[in-house]
């Protein structure tokens, strides 16, 4: 009787939330500002397509045109986010929506966990360790940076959507002072909140990830754990390979800290392992789908449906799941991964053939190819191509 409103479809983490809900047999309604470029509206398993306005541009319309479709709704949809930006506006309208429509997210809390320095306040307060970090407004910046953090360190933005936006990557490296300036200058000519930010040693393969439901009366009902091997961009980016990696040490700390702060829904913590040291520090937490949900469903987890029966009141305790062993699987990202692969090469951090040797060790879960879903992959594939032709033909 509920339908489920998933906000974007443009993006793999869209089309694997769709996929997940649809699979189960559910009334999936793809919510979106532009459906005919986007090839996650392209899968078999929509079932209704809401066109709304352009949030970027004016979130107030978008609110608006939600808020009329949840009204004429006999039971009331289930909402969710496949984008910080969706997160953020879920919270902006928070008290109107849950009017017409059942979100799992807690008022105001996934905001402020998707603020980097509230974050990192959070982090401190419940003891969770969190890499050095200081404000680029502070009025003793270099001698604190010398002091606490040294070089190289990274410059990272409050709202990381904004200056992805802009720059095209998630943060400044700064390897001394002249480059940590400019980076602050950049950021600061384009009105962006940013602080400096200790480098945690450690190639890509020390990052970890903890992936969870918390249901709506604060209990633990899923989760496992992972480890990124490949970045895009490297080293400061999202994950293109991933793999399922048991670790109970990061489940020690996440558990207990996310129930303590009150977290409800699906959300994902990352954590960096010192090279050295082995301690393990937060990096940051994705307060909606992560990026490899479609890894988590090829376990036996289906985050999304999950949040729709619990949602509904029909999430039973049977239903719980727990990955506490390694299962040989790994997310991957083909196209980006590719890229990443080359790039690790041409830094002289990993070779080709070490990559691939990682790659095919592992059984995969595809972000966007499905075999029962195959219209959104080809979609990909022809705006690809166009892409790369229009590339060709600009440069003769």
């Keep these: 009787m509920n339908k489920a409103v998933v906000l974007g479809c443009n993006y793999y983490i869209g089309l694997s939330v769709i996929r997940c809900l649809g699979v189960e047999g559910v009334h999936v309604v793809a919510c979106d500002y532009d459906f005919e470029n986007s090839y996650g509206a392209r899968s078999k398993y929509i079932s209704e397509f809401l066109k709304v306005y352009n949030l970027n541009k004016d979130d107030r319309k978008t609110f608006i045109e939600l808020l009329e479709y949840g009204k004429n709704q006999t039971e009331k949809p289930v909402l969710l986010p496949t984008h910080d930006k969706y997160v953020e ?50 009025e003793n910046l270099l001698k604190r940076i010398q002091d606490e953090v040294g070089f190289p360190c990274i410059i990272k933005p409050v709202d990381t959507v904004k200056f992805t936006k802009i720059f095209r990557n998630k943060v400044f490296i700064c390897n001394n002072v002249e480059e940590m300036e400019n980076g602050i200058k950049k950021a600061k000519d384009n009105d962006i909140e940013i602080f400096v930010q200790e480098i945690v040693p450690g190639f890509d393969d020390c990052m970890l990830t903890y992936d969870y439901y918390i249901d709506r009366n604060g209990r633990t009902t899923h989760y496992m754990t992972a480890q990124k091997q490949r970045q895009w961009p490297i080293n400061f980016g999202a994950s293109v390979f991933t793999i399922q990696k048991y670790n109970q040490k990061l489940i020690d700390i996440s558990k207990p800290f996310l129930e303590k702060i009150g977290y409800r829904g699906f959300g994902e913590i990352e954590f960096k392992k010192h090279e050295k040291t082995g301690e393990i520090y937060l990096i940051e937490i994705n307060a909606r789908t992560t990026n490899f949900n479609n890894l988590i469903y090829k376990l036996g987890i289906n985050m999304p449906y999950i949040a729709y029966l619990d949602l509904t009141g029909n999430l039973k305790e049977s239903d719980w799941k727990y990955i506490d062993y390694d299962t040989n699987y790994a997310f991957i990202y083909g196209f980006e991964d590719m890229i990443a692969i080359w790039r690790y090469k041409k830094t002289k951090q990993v070779g080709i053939l070490k990559s691939l040797k990682i790659s095919f060790s592992r059984k995969w879960a595809p972000a966007i190819f499905a075999v029962d879903d195959l219209k959104p992959w080809f979609f990909f594939n022809k705006i690809l191509l166009g892409k790369v032709f229009r590339k060709i033909f600009r440069r003769k």
């Design 89 to 138: 506006f879920i919270d902006k309208y928070y008290d109107e929506l849950e009017k017409y429509y059942l979100i799992s997210q807690v008022k105001e809390l996934n905001s402020k966990l998707l603020d980097k320095w509230t974050l990192y306040d959070i982090a401190k307060e419940n003891g969770v360790k969190i890499p050095a970090t200081i404000s680029a407004n502070d």
